[in-house]
């Protein structure tokens, strides 16, 4: 039976060629006008993506000042580097360019501008919730996390190792331009990473026991299979414009709640597990997920059989088989040898880590930590589930 649900889905999509120089433009119909652009490292700057956005704001007369230098797994150090620029600089609105690592540190940034008073790490240590957050938006240079649209962020505490999200609809993007042409250049390993957390939002919707609608599941099906074939296009060639726009368009719908309506919310095990991953070794948040995820579905399909059983078919296309154990684990094996056709890991050791049982503890305890409580909707995991499961994944 469908479960009741709210949508709310407010990012307003500007996408195609050329449409990063209507950025200023929409700052300004947002009110925009004191902007912190927050962005990585030198592609920004070698793309010529931030002088287009640059010289937008300033036809549109809107100041603005830059906080380069984000990283994967996003830093706590540059979130309060930002608050304290902000605060100079009477910044009022926030402009991520480039994909989740920038726009997450855009929206703690935003927390932390708009609640001074407080410490914004509370927000991800889930002591508080915000009250208030500045406007953000992005220009999307990595299509990944789907943070575009989405209420989440997720920042790492690198003194704890804690990598840690919050999700809270204050933080939504006012607007997301995406331009598919500035993914082109990027490195295999980094789209292909992607394309799986692309797939992964919408598989921990997918992989539940509370609720399901046929058009959820179908438009959640629709997806995976169009981030499947697409993912395989980049792999032989990168630079593919239409492939590049459907995985880019996907990234979006798999994490604005789209695929989550109807259901209970959706497991994020996979994502828990892999966050502990990428606090204690920094590894790539795709591919993480990619070295987790058959560890996690082996140890938890039995209580999820039913939807097991119809991603093996509907989206692995695999043939039934005798039983509906047999099919779910051909759908199983089907996706790792969908990872291993784009490159990906399937187990910790091709991720290129090795973590010793004492490890293993700290990673699971972490991990319980973070949820509270046994937790995930395919099946609870405890301690000793979580343990298991990273042991299994080595």
Known sequence: MAYGFEYYSPTKVVFGKGVEEKTGRYIQAYGGKKVLIVYGGKSAQRSGILDRVKASLEAEGIQHTELGGVVPNPRLDKVYDGIRIGQAEHIDFLLAIGGGSAIDTAKAIAYGLAEPEHDVWELYE????????????????????????????????????????????????????MNPEYTETLPDYQTQSGCVDIMMHTMERYFTNGGNMELTDAIAEGLLRTVIQNAKILHRDPGNYDARAEIMWAGSLAHNDLTGCGNDGGDFMSHKLEHELGGMFDVTHGAGLAAIWPSWARYVYQECMPRFVRFAIQVMQVAPGATDAETALQGISAMEDFYHSIGMPINLKELGIQPTDEQIAELAEGCIAACGSKTGTAKALSLSDMIAIYQNAR
Not at 133 to 139: D, F, G
Not at 155 to 170: F, P, V
């Open 126 to 177: 889930h002591t508080r919730t915000a009250q208030k957050c500045l406007p953000v938006a992005s220009v999307l240079t990595i299509a990944a996390a789907g943070s575009e649209t989405s209420k989440g962020s997720v920042i790492t505490n690198e003194k704890t190792g804690q990598k840690r999200a919050y999700d809270d609809n204050l933080a939504r993007p006012k607007f997301a331009i």
